[in-house]
C-alpha cells in the first residue's frame, strides 16, 4: 500500500536557527493517506503518540508536534516531536505502510542530518509506526545497534489489540487496521465513547471527521454523504460539552463557570504531569518554564501526598 507525505512542513535554514517559514508541501494522492491521517491524529491528540511508546500520555503537554524538512537537503521527516526543555528528548516520529529495503538507510539519514542542522542539543529517540510485522522488511544490519537501543521504538498496529482500555487516540489509530467488515460498528464504538469522555466540542469534531477520513478510505464503496451521516454535525448536540454550555437558554454565567472549570481541569492536568517529570530528571525550575506554572505551584505538586 503505497503512502505519501500530505503534510505542512516547517524549513529549517542551513544554520539551523529558530528562524522558520511555513509552507506546504508537494501532495500526491495515495489510496490510504496513511502519513497524513497520522499527523492528524498527533495534531489533534498528542498524547497518542507516548501511548504509542509506552511513555506517560502527560509528556504531550511539554512537547510540540510538526512536519520538518531539511530544507538544503530535501529531507523530509513524517512528525517531530520537540520538547520545552533540553533534559527531554526529541521524538522522531516515521510511518510505513509500505516494504522498503532502504527504509532504515532513509531514516537514520534524514535524523542525522536533522540533527547536524539543527542548534537544538536534545538527545534523540525515533519512533517507527507499522501496520504489522511482514512490513518491517528493511536492511538492519548497519543498524543493529541503534534499532536493538533505546533509541529506536517500533511499532506494530496490529499487536495493539492487547492494549486493554485503550485511549480514544489509540482506538483511532487501531482503526486504521481494522477489518473492512467491522470498520463501520468500530467507527460508532469510538465517535460514542468520545462522545461520552470528551467535553471539547472542537475535538470532538475533529475525531469525527479523523474517522470519516479512515472511513472513506477504508470503504471506497460508501460515499461521503453516507459515511457523514453516521456522525452528522446535528449529533453535535448530544455531547456533553454541547448541552453543558450550548444548549439554548443557558445563563451567561453558567457558560463563564464552565470556562473556569475547563481551565481548572488544563491545570490539574499540567500539575499531574510533575512527578513523571521529575522522574525524568527535570528540575523544578525546568518544570514550572515548560508548562509555564509557577515555581510554588510546582514545588507543591511535587510534594510526597500524605
Not at 509552507?23 to 499527523?39: C, E, G, N, R
Not at 477504508?218 to 454535525?233: A, V, Y
Not at 451567561?252 to 500539575?271: A, D, P, V, Y
Request: charged letters at 25%; aromatic letters at 10%; glycine letters at 6%.
Amino acid at each position: 500500500m503505497l503512502t505519501y507525505i500530505i503534510f505542512t512542513v516547517l524549513e529549517i535554514v542551513a544554520t539551523g536557527s529558530s528562524k522558520c517559514k511555513i509552507h506546504s508541501s508537494t501532495v500526491k494522492q495515495a489510496p490510504l493517506k496513511t502519513d497524513s491521517i497520522f499527523y492528524r491524529i498527533f495534531q489533534s491528540i498528542p498524547s497518542t503518540f507516548f501511548e504509542l511508546i509506552n511513555q506517560p500520555p502527560q509528556l504531550a503537554s511539554v512537547y510540540q508536534f510538526s512536519s520538518v524538512e531539511v530544507k538544503q537537503l530535501a529531507f523530509r521527516i513524517d512528525g517531530v516531536f520537540l520538547p520545552n526543555a533540553a533534559e527531554l528528548p526529541i521524538y522522531f516520529a516515521e510511518v510505513q505502510f509500505q516494504p522498503d529495503k532502504k527504509f532504515y538507510s532513509r531514516l537514520f539519514t534524514e535524523i542525522f542530518n536533522y540533527l547536524d542542522k539543527t542548534e537544538l542539543t536534545n538527545n534523540w529517540r525515533g519512533v517507527v509506526i507499522f501496520p504489522n510485522r511482514s512490513v518491517d522488511t528493511g536492511d538492519t544490519e548497519r543498524y543493529t545497534e541503534l534499532l536493538n537501543s533505546q533509541r529506536v521504538s517500533r511499532v506494530y498496529l496490529d499487536e495493539l489489540s492487547s492494549i486493554e482500555a485503550s485511549s480514544i487516540g489509540i482506538e483511532t489509530v487501531k482503526l486504521i487496521i481494522e477489518p473492512e467488515s467491522t470498520a463501520t460498528i468500530r467507527a460508532i464504538e469510538i465517535v460514542n465513547s468520545a462522545r461520552q469522555q470528551i467535553l471539547d466540542v472542537a475535538t470532538i469534531r475533529e475525531i469525527i471527521q479523523l474517522i470519516e477520513t479512515i472511513l472513506i478510505y477504508k470503504l471506497p464503496r460508501l460515499t461521503q454523504e453516507e459515511i457523514g451521516k453516521m456522525f452528522g454535525s446535528n449529533e453535535l448536540k448530544q455531547t456533553r460539552f454541547y448541552q453543558d454550555v450550548f444548549a439554548e437558554g443557558r445563563q451567561e454565567g453558567r457558560q463563564e463557570g464552565k470556562q473556569e472549570g475547563k481551565q481548572e481541569g488544563r491545570q490539574e492536568g499540567k500539575l499531574e504531569t510533575i512527578p513523571q517529570l521529575l522522574g525524568l530528571g527535570l528540575s523544578i525550575e525546568q518544570i514550572a518554564q515548560a508548562l509555564g506554572l509557577d515555581e510554588q505551584l510546582v514545588r507543591q505538586a511535587a510534594q510526597p501526598k500524605s
